[in-house]
């Protein structure tokens, strides 16, 4: 599974439409200080359902639409899609079948968030569900940022527990098991 390319329009600092391609080969971004390289990560985390305001460095959920500059005004909706090459079948589910999967989420002002599945509109939990197990997602260890070793190291038990069942595959049944009490 590889990620292949990241649309994004009205996030952050990226106000107009813009596609940033992953190739193959493709090992790191640079540019120059502010000029939206961790953004790119916080478009990924905000797409696989984070939903703390505080993890994409921002106060409230909306904060990451962008709100303007000298020379802009600001817009009413963010919207970023996370294009996946799935042609290993890395992503199952009712998905799993599709050689390419596109997640997207869009936000208003107003603060509605929707996802879409290859275009369909699905429920956050439809999006969580098809990374549960992969090392993806918004919390996971595929994304190492600032902090997260020393976080790690003095993680309570339980804590260290989550990403340890996360590396070994187990939490998409711990969570289907959660689900299934909880009926
Ligand atoms: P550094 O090298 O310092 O880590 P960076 O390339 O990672 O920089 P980012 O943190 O991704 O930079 O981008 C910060 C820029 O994004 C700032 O200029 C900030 O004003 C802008 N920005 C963040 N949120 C918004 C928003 N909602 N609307 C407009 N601009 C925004
Ligand atoms: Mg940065």
């Keep these: 599974m590889r990620l292949k390319c990241i649309r994004l329009a009205g996030f952050k600092s990226f106000v ?3 596609t940033v391609p992953f ?5 790191c971004v640079v540019g120059p200080n502010g000029c939206g390289k961790s953004n790119i990560i916080d478009a990924v985390r905000w797409v696989m359902g984070e939903s703390s305001a505080k993890h994409l460095r ?3 959920m909306t904060d990451v639409i962008f709100n303007g500059s000298t020379a802009r005004k600001p817009v009413g909706q963010a919207s970023i899609e996370l294009v996946f090459d799935n042609s290993d079948g890395t992503l199952k589910g009712q998905y799993g079948q599709y050689a390419e999967i596109a997640l997207k989420r869009q936000v208003t002002r107003e603060g509605q968030s929707s996802y879409y599945l290859n275009g369909t509109k699905c429920r956050r939990k439809d999006i969580t569900e098809i990374f549960l197990g992969t090392g993806l997602g918004s919390r996971s260890y595929a994304i190492i ?6 976080r790690l190291i003095e993680a309570k ?3 260290l527990r989550n990403t340890i069942e996360e590396a070994a595959g187990i939490s998409k ?3 289907r098991r ?3 009490e909880n009926r």
């Design 58 to 60: 921002g106060e409230s």
């Design 145 to 150: 940022e600032q902090g997260m070793i020393s």
């Design 16 to 18: 107009d439409p813009t």
């Design 178 to 180: 959660r689900e299934t």
């Design 173 to 175: 049944y711990k969570e």
């Design 23 to 27: 190739t193959k080969n493709m090992t």
């Design 157 to 159: 038990p339980e804590e």
